[in-house]
């Protein structure tokens, strides 16, 4: 067949009983790219990458990574593929300190450390240095900011092919998205790492993003260059409310 690089769905269809909310999705996310998945609330990118991770199943298509098939694959199976998905609500375990979390992001790194080389814990301190004067403290005391620098953090360690991120500027000062998204852009470049980015703020989405994909009830409505989405009047005004 084709080779594929990076990401990609085919035909993805994810239903809630009667409720389809993922309708014949295709998409690639490549690597060294930041693909950016837009629409408006209900629009289906929660299930995107609920179902990508293998939280969810589909009724209908395929997903897979290169060349590796992960339809049907558990998800944390999904994970060890190299599929680091980090959920809308910063996911960190509130009670174990900083360092504690990113150890646990470690363990999963050197699971697939004969795949990909997995950054080190001093790796992100350095991607993030307010997360190595807070190491000590527990998670539970940081900033919605430095809550998401560890969640993202966490899941580099386990040296993903793949990084989901279920919108990670979510209630976060400008300047921290800024400097959030700076940090995803140098990985991106220096890495190849293919990032999928679910937001509803479109526009600083698509202004880090390579390409943005538009969902609208569950279907691609557009799919194309960022700067081309964000130049689109009548598109930005239909559907990304900008
Ligand atoms: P939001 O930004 O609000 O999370 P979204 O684009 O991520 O929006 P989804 O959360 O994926 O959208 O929801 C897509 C559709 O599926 C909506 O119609 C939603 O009501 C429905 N839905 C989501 N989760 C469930 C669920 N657990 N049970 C039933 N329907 C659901």
Not at 25 to 44: E, H, K, M, Y
Not at 188 to 203: C, H, I, P, S, Y
Request: hydrophobic share 45%; glycine share 12%; proline share 4%.
């Amino acid at each position: 067949g084709v080779v594929r690089d990076g990401l990609w769905v085919q035909g993805l269809t994810t239903r809630y009983g009667p409720v389809t909310a993922l309708d014949d999705v295709d998409l690639t996310a490549p690597g060294g790219r930041i693909t950016a998945v837009l629409g408006a609330n209900g629009a289906g990118k929660t299930t995107l990458l609920r179902t990508v991770s293998g939280l969810l199943r589909p009724q209908a298509g395929r997903i897979g990574l290169g060349g590796t098939d992960l339809t049907g694959v558990n998800a944390e199976d999904v994970a060890r593929a190299g599929v680091a998905h980090v959920p809308e609500g910063r996911g960190v375990i509130t009670e174990l300190t900083v360092e504690e979390n990113l150890r646990l992001g470690a363990l999963l790194g050197s699971v697939r450390s004969s795949v990909r080389t997995p950054p080190t814990i001093a790796d992100v301190y350095t991607l993030f240095p307010s997360l190595r004067r807070r190491k000590s403290q527990a998670a539970h005391s940081l900033s919605g900011g430095e809550r998401q620098m560890l969640v993202i953090g966490r899941a580099l360690l386990s040296a993903p092919e793949v990084l989901l991120l279920d919108e990670p500027s979510l209630g976060l000062a400008p300047q921290i998205v800024s400097r959030i998204f700076a940090v995803l852009r140098e990985l991106v470049d220096t890495e190849g790492l293919a990032v999928l980015l679910v937001e509803q703020n479109a526009r600083s989405a698509l202004s880090i993003a390579d390409t943005g994909v538009v969902l609208n009830l569950g279907r691609v409505v557009a799919c194309s260059d960022a700067a081309e989405l964000a130049a689109d009047d009548e598109l930005r005004h239909a559907y990304l409310g900008f």
